[in-house]
């Protein structure tokens, strides 16, 4: 089964993991869950869902008076108050901007550093006009985070979360696996699988062009040239790390992170890549490159980061 992102679960489900589906963000969201009760786990996968529909009502640009798009109307010295679930994205999307010198900007060179964050009162406060947010790469990944910690308070451990294969979250993996079998295939030729992982407790990014040039360059606002893809990979924190109040700080959201960080992939140079990889321990990576003549072809896949243990199972067939 391959997602928009070139990821897909590979082999038979386990006969005791389930599938819930649900369309939100312009994306089908999904859970697998490995539990013996098929109407609990059902009840489980409905309670993530609700928690991804007001997730969307505050972070879309798209719906009137959601909290990124009042953000999106202020003028010069204005503010608003958001939620605190919106704010505490937005905190995790300015780290990843500095994290990548602004190769990931929400505000597409906008402005977002000109935003002010009050945490304590969940207010964002504008010092100049014209500042255009955008959270398609990461409000997923986000979401993806949020309702992996609704199923755990569930009782669900066993389960793998993923918003439309591009934003995905493995938690524990089925009885009698390692993990989660997941692929990686060239999103310009699907049946071209280029590496296999089995993960569990960990989050997975992926970018690509084969949906067209939404993806830019936020100083110019020109396309990605030169590369099909890029994935990223990070471990998920332990619970009682990720769930640190805003006032404390951002959670550690690590599918937020890796969805966001595989837009900037897609951007920086090979060697930022690397570099970025080589400081920030358990961060992966993957870079697949476009062909000389812009179509599928056999191109070399770009690694960083720790080997994961079944990555080095890689193929380049049909």
């Given amino acids: 089964m ?25 994306t089908v969201f999904e859970v697998h869950a490995a539990h013996p009760d098929e109407r609990y786990a059902a009840q489980a996968a409905q309670a993530a869902f ?13 719906v009137a008076n959601s909290d ?20 505490e994205c937005l905190v995790i999307a300015r780290h990843v901007f500095e994290l990548t010198g602004g ?12 935003l002010e964050f009050d945490a304590e009162d969940c207010v964002v406060r504008a010092t100049q006009e014209g500042v255009r947010l955008d959270l398609g790469g990461i409000g997923k990944g986000y979401a993806v985070d949020l309702m992996a910690e609704v ?17 995905v979250l493995t938690l524990e993996a089925p009885d009698g696996r390692e993990g989660w079998p997941l692929t990686l295939s060239d999103p310009g030729a699907p049946s071209r699988v280029l590496t296999r992982l089995s993960l569990r407790q960990t989050a997975l990014g992926a970018s690509g062009i084969q949906k067209g040039d939404h993806i830019v360059e936020p100083l110019t606002g020109l396309p990605v040239r030169g590369r099909r893809a890029a994935w990223v990979a990070a471990p998920r924190p332990e619970p009682a790390q990720a769930r640190a109040s805003v006032g404390e700080g951002p959670r550690l959201a690590a599918t937020a992170v890796t969805d966001a960080l595989t837009t900037a992939f897609m951007l920086l140079g090979i060697e930022e890549i690397a570099a970025l990889c080589e ?27 720790s080997l994961h243990a079944d990555a080095s199972e890689s193929a380049a067939g049909p």
């Fill in 2 to 26: 391959d997602g928009d992102g070139g990821v897909g679960i590979e082999g038979p489900r386990a006969s005791d993991a389930r599938r819930y589906s649900h369309e939100a963000m312009h």
């Fill in 50 to 62: 609700d928690l991804t529909d007001r997730l969307e009502r505050e972070l879309s640009r798209f």
């Fill in 68 to 87: 990124i798009t009042r953000i999106n109307h202020l003028a010069a010295g204005e503010s608003t108050r958001v939620s605190a679930t919106t704010l």
């Fill in 103 to 114: 190769a990931f900007d929400v505000s597409i060179g906008t402005g977002l550093p000109s």
């Fill in 151 to 167: 199923l755990e308070d569930w009782g669900l451990r066993r389960a793998l979360v993923h918003g439309g294969f591009s934003s």
């Fill in 279 to 305: 400081r920030s321990p358990g961060l992966e990576a993957w870079v697949l490159p476009e062909g000389a003549d812009g179509r599928p072809g056999e191109v070399e896949l770009l690694h960083f980061g």
